[in-house]
């Protein structure tokens, strides 16, 4: 075999070679398979918290709400929800409290039934005293009250906290002290 023609069988194998390799290499790859990433708005902690931590928190996030109101008042948890507040009445300040039945409804928000009312220690009909806090009292946006039907709805999912933390109740059971709660924090993710 002549070295000339081994040197052209060479070249053109080693050209076939590059060519062959560009092909593969430039070729379009088929499309790679990816997880669908969940449209998810936040990190989701489930927080058991007592009555006293959440009595503490709910006073505080009040007192910001109605800080410029002369109509103030004290929520506590305890065998039920209490709200209280000081009335003036014939020259004198009188305790108007108003109790009721938490319950958790959907969207982890949480209606209040079943009031109970008393102004110092009369006992006074539902309606009218609902009525009155309805137009009286300053409550926050995310409360609202149904005289007609005796409940306050508490919109838990309305309520964003300034660093866009929300919160949705899973369980109310005042008696055993147990009150669960989602908290979700907002996250930079898209």
Known sequence: MNWKRAFWLL??????????????????SPPVKRPVRPHVEGASFTVYSKKAHLNAVINDYLAEKTKD???QYDVWLA???YVSSEIPMFGRDVELVVSFIPKVVKDGNVELAEPAISLGDWK???????????????????????????????????????????????????????????????????
């Open 79 to 81: 065998d039920r929800v």
């Open 124 to 190: 006074l009909p539902v309606t009218y005293v609902l009525r009155y806090l309805q137009k009286h009292a300053p409550l926050p946006d995310e409360v609202v009250i149904d005289p007609e039907r005796a409940r306050v709805h508490v919109a838990l999912d309305d309520i964003r906290f300034g660093n866009g933390y929300q919160v949705a109740a899973k369980k109310i059971d005042l008696a055993d002290d147990e009150i669960v709660f989602t908290l979700t924090i907002p996250t930079r993710q898209r």
């Open 11 to 28: 070249a053109a194998v080693n050209a076939a070679i590059l060519i062959l390799t560009v092909v593969w290499l430039f070729q379009p």
């Open 69 to 71: 109101h002369p109509l």
